[in-house]
């Protein structure tokens, strides 16, 4: 009994303290105090005009989900630009995760052009040019979102459409989210009469300063509308364990650009070619490229995306390259699926067989050359994903980089079938006495390495080619198992 109740104690415990991690930053209904029917929200309890000066807004008395007022957009008349109103919040630390969540009424007066959006912003003002995270909905039903404010207005680039009557004249929740920890942000609406939600994740490692309710347009016709917005929630709750790197968090600044001075993309206690990294984040300055040295565990699943359709983005023309760690091009790709966006896979069967290797991006033009400064790769074609020889240089290992280039801004490289490194990365084979993920302890772990690789052969086995005779077989399991316990 005694058991039981401590466990009932404990169980107390850990739901107070989950409970008590989560902190409300602000809510609202919009009523009165302290706003007033008829005025503008702008000014009160930390809102502030943002884009277009904050104009078509006013609390009203027509809607309500929540008591008697809500926050009304009128957009059937001559105020039919762009218009938000923004509010600041405090800086998320990176163990928090930001949830905010309202609900929106599209009156059926609203034509097909007009649109109504939640926005998270870079800062405390509202401005919609200054959009890290946002969701809309149009009169056509069309729901758009993205890490920019390009992507929640875009005539093509909306990800679903609700059916005719199902949306307007009635409340749907609007939701996003931002994990500080992963990296992960989520945007969703909800409450259509058919039961349909729309959510998508999508990678931002931004840190948002405030956010921002607003209306916008597609397109210059077909543009009237209105809209009522209520009950705004702004909460944050502990955020999930990093399963990405960050170029400047993680790396400690930039990454450089050739196999002596690149990242390794190692945390401790992520065990190498065994955990998952899920996504590269970092900056592009001023004729930069970034070079990352990871575990390619599955070379027909591999996958890195600067697309948004692959939960990537960037705000620059990109370019992708992978490379063996002795410099020799693996891999390379311009432009993808129409777009001036990056896509490595294997399907070209360009990878042909998993370990260490080089992650590189750059802007278009910045090109990889040899020591001669001969080309890798071909400028042309610039779709497909391209194995080398290509160029001129295509054989050799890469000596620098050509093109100069502007900065290009932040990037998050989305990755699939890879893995974090040792802090050995790229090092030649050493033989050691069976601590394959080199934490100082021969255990479990370095047990289930060397299992995992079994079979492999290769120039790119890591550590768990023990006795580097580049072969993963029972010579180096038998070394695990002589030493297993040493150091723990």
């Known amino acids: 009994m005694i058991h039981y109740r401590m466990l009932l104690v ?30 503008s929200a702008g000014g009160i309890e930390g809102w502030s005009a943002g884009t277009g000066a904050g104009a078509s807004q006013t609390v009203s008395l027509q809607q309500a989900r929540t008591g008697t007022q809500s926050l009304k957009w009128d957009n059937l008349g001559v105020l039919n630009q762009t218009y938000s109103i923004g509010r600041g919040i405090r800086p998320l630390t990176p163990s928090e995760k930001l949830v905010v969540s ?29 959009t890290v995270l946002g969701i809309t909905i149009d009169g056509d039903g069309k729901v758009r979102a993205g890490t920019t404010w390009e992507a929640t207005f875009n005539p093509g680039d909306w990800i679903d459409q609700a059916s005719p009557d199902t949306y307007t004249d009635r409340w749907l929740r609007m939701e996003l989210t931002l994990d500080r920890g992963s990296g992960v942000g989520t945007a969703t609406i909800e409450g259509f009469s058919d039961g349909l939600v729309v959510s998508v994740p999508l990678l931002q490692m931004a840190v948002p300063g405030g956010v921002a ?27 999930s364990p990093l399963q990405g790197w960050n170029e400047i968090a993680n790396g400690g600044g930039d990454a450089g650009d050739l196999p002596a001075t690149a990242q390794k993309v190692h945390i401790t206690g992520r065990r190498a070619c065994t955990d998952s990294v899920d996504f590269i984040a970092g900056v592009n300055e001023e004729n930069d490229v970034d070079m990352f040295v990871l575990c390619i565990t599955n070379p027909s699943a591999f996958r890195a995306s600067l697309l948004s359709t692959d939960n990537g983005s960037a705000g620059f023309d ?151 005779d580049g072969t993963v077989d029972d010579a180096d399991l038998l070394t695990v198992l002589f030493h297993f316990g040493e150091g723990c």
């Open 318 to 468: 990109t370019q992708l390259w992978l490379f063996r760690c002795d410099g020799r091009g693996v891999a390379f790709n311009d432009d993808s699926a129409g777009t001036t966006f990056s896509r490595l896979d294997n399907s070209t069967g360009c990878i042909s067989e998993s370990g260490i290797y080089l992650l590189a991006v750059s802007q278009y033009n910045r090109d990889a050359v040899d020591a001669n400064g001969r080309l890798l790769w071909t400028n042309t074609p610039f779709t497909g994903v391209r194995c080398p020889p290509n160029g001129p240089g295509g054989a050799n290992p890469v000596a620098g980089w050509q093109g100069a280039t502007p900065a290009g801004g932040t990037y998050i490289i989305s990755l699939r079938g890879a893995s974090f490194v040792s802090p050995d990365g790229c090092l030649p084979c050493i033989s050691h006495n069976g601590d394959a993920d080199n934490n100082g302890c021969i255990d479990d772990a370095d047990l289930l390495l060397v299992l995992f690789a079994f079979g492999n052969t290769g120039a790119n086995l890591g550590r768990t080619d023990i006795n580097c």
């Open 102 to 130: 309202t609900y929106v009424w599209i009156s059926s007066a609203t034509q097909e052009n007009r649109l109504y959006g939640l926005y998270l912003t870079s800062s405390a003002e509202g401005l919609l040019e200054n």
């Open 213 to 239: 309710l607003g209306t916008d347009y597609v397109g210059t016709t077909s543009r009237a509308g209105a809209a009522y917005f209520d009950d705004l929630l702004i909460r944050v709750e502990p955020a």
């Open 10 to 39: 404990v169980t107390m415990l850990c739901a107070m303290s989950a409970f008590q991690a989560q902190e409300t930053l602000y809510s609202t209904s919009w009523e009165n105090p302290p706003f007033s029917a008829g005025q």
